[in-house]
């Protein structure tokens, strides 16, 4: 790819979908690929479905679904002989989802007979390394975590980097046709290959942004993905369905998605700022965006994600339609949660240092709790027991304690035995080794790749 031929030089990108696997209309790349990219990106993986798929080193789409993006995406970046850049493989970027998705690569490329050099990016960290790290005071936590300590790092079943846009650009320039990486920020993805093409970083940082997710920033998020074009002033972006629009709104609305402060977003080698940015609508579909900056950050830092097992889980789920209970469904959990524990002491001879147990009203007040506002009396509830313990055989035994309580239990005052529904047969879903995060700190580094590995393929032979 060659470097801008002068300043005018505009640097397109094609994002088809906010993450790989989530499907999309190979019509709209198709139509992406008449707007002459220089790149295709997207998205392979987040947080945001909790700390399972890092804890395993698993991947929250199936094979299938990446197979399928995969050939469109990989058919597109060879016709077109531009890089394709995916990021976070496998869902939570660990070395696993890399080569998970590596090897998907390489079979439909063997398929469809396409030679492209493929660079793998792994972002898996050491304890040990990290531990020399702590010891020279270069790890910091970020909010609401307190300092770090050696044995946190040495529980964690696995811990990512998240690397910005220096290793993909280092991968393309050695020669990288298609770059999957391990963990990395969503916007990192996008803009690597305008950086690497001269383009203004505050342009490019926004624009990278606002397309991280695909058509969420357009008035029909499932039509789809985007289409970035940066120049030296701002960017313009559009949808590729013809059928849905970028607005103002749309486009400036998604610098309130995942972040702290709507007008800055922080970056391993700097910070965002939107402060001044203006949106303009060039026609019914289309946004000029100008003004953004990039401010460097006088100290590189690179965020860790690590996850440790707290235990193993049973849950069980039953329904209550009763009129009487459902309108006292507060006090009826709270009843729930007193007998329990006496049941298992009784039983079982735990006590409630052995085990912890959650119980959710769904249909009532399970997502927002104490602050849901409306307070009228639900006419279906859900109960979800969930129980951990340090092993499965604790937690399922505790689950079975309380099924004949999630079946009948009435208030004190009732004169009749109620009956509810029980989800499912047999009532108890053992659900294995469960996670939490435990890592929300930043290594500060003196050089933007060191804590990254990549490996170069060969180019894969044709079918």
């Not at 199936?62 to 399928?68: C, E, G, L, Q, V």
């Not at 989802?97 to 030679?115: K, P, Q």
């Not at 803009?191 to 001269?198: D, E, I, K, N, T």
């Not at 059928?243 to 965002?272: D, F, K, W």
Request: glycine share 8%.
């Amino acid at each position: 790819m060659p470097p801008p031929t002068d300043a005018a030089r505009q640097v397109g990108i094609l994002v088809p979908s906010g993450m790989l696997g989530a499907g999309f209309d190979p019509a709209t790349v198709e139509r992406g690929l008449t707007l002459h990219p220089d790149v295709i990106a997207v998205d392979g993986g987040s947080t945001d479905s909790g700390p399972h798929y890092l804890g395993t080193g698993t991947a929250k789409t199936t094979a299938a679904a990446i197979s399928r993006d995969l050939r469109i995406l990989l058919k597109a970046a060879a016709s077109a002989d531009i890089p394709l850049v995916i990021g976070s493989c496998g869902t939570s970027g660990t070395d696993s989802g890399v080569d998970w998705v590596a090897r998907i690569a390489e079979t439909v490329m063997a398929e469809e007979g396409l030679n492209l050099k493929v660079a793998r990016i792994y972002s898996e960290q050491e304890a040990g390394f990290l531990k020399e790290r702590l010891a020279a005071g270069r790890i910091r936590p970020l909010p609401p975590l307190g300092p770090l300590a050696a044995e946190t790092l040495e529980s964690c079943t696995h811990i990512v980097g998240m690397m910005g846009h220096e290793p993909f650009v280092e991968a393309i320039q050695a020669g990288a046709q298609v770059v999957l990486a391990g963990r990395a920020t969503d916007t990192a993805v996008a803009a690597a290959v305008p950086l690497m093409l001269g383009m203004p970083a505050g342009p490019t940082w926004h624009a990278a942004k606002v397309v991280e997710c695909g058509g969420q920033c357009t008035t029909n998020p499932r039509s789809g993905g985007v289409f970035a074009t940066i120049d030296q002033a701002g960017y313009t972006i559009e949808p590729l369905d013809p059928a849905s629009a970028c607005t103002p709104i749309s486009v400036a609305a998604h610098m309130l998605y995942e972040t702290v402060n709507p007008h800055q977003m922080r970056e391993p080698a700097g910070t965002l700022d939107v402060s001044d940015a203006v949106y303009t609508a060039l026609d019914e579909r289309r946004v000029r965006v100008e003004g953004a900056r990039f401010e460097l950050a006088e100290q590189h830092t690179i965020k860790l994600e690590g996850t440790r097992i707290t235990g193993y889980e049973t849950v069980s789920f039953t329904g209550i339609r009763d009129p009487y209970i459902t309108a006292n469904i507060d006090r009826w959990a709270l009843l729930l949660r007193e007998i329990l524990p006496e049941r298992i002491a009784q039983t079982l001879g735990l006590t409630e240092d052995d085990y912890a147990l959650d119980v959710r009203l769904y249909g009532h007040n399970a997502i927002l709790e104490g602050i849901d506002p409306d307070s009228s009396p639900p006419r279906e509830v859900g109960v979800m027991l969930i129980v951990n313990a340090p092993s499965q055989t604790t937690a399922t035994a505790v689950a079975k304690i309380a099924n004949p309580l999630m079946l009948h239990l009435p208030l004190p005052e009732m004169d009749y035995l109620p009956s509810f529904a029980f989800a499912t047969s047999p009532a108890e879903t053992e659900r294995g080794a469960a996670y939490e995060f435990v890592l929300n700190h930043v290594v500060e580094v003196d050089s933007a790749t060191s804590m990254f590995r990549t490996h170069h393929s060969q180019e894969v032979s044709r079918a």
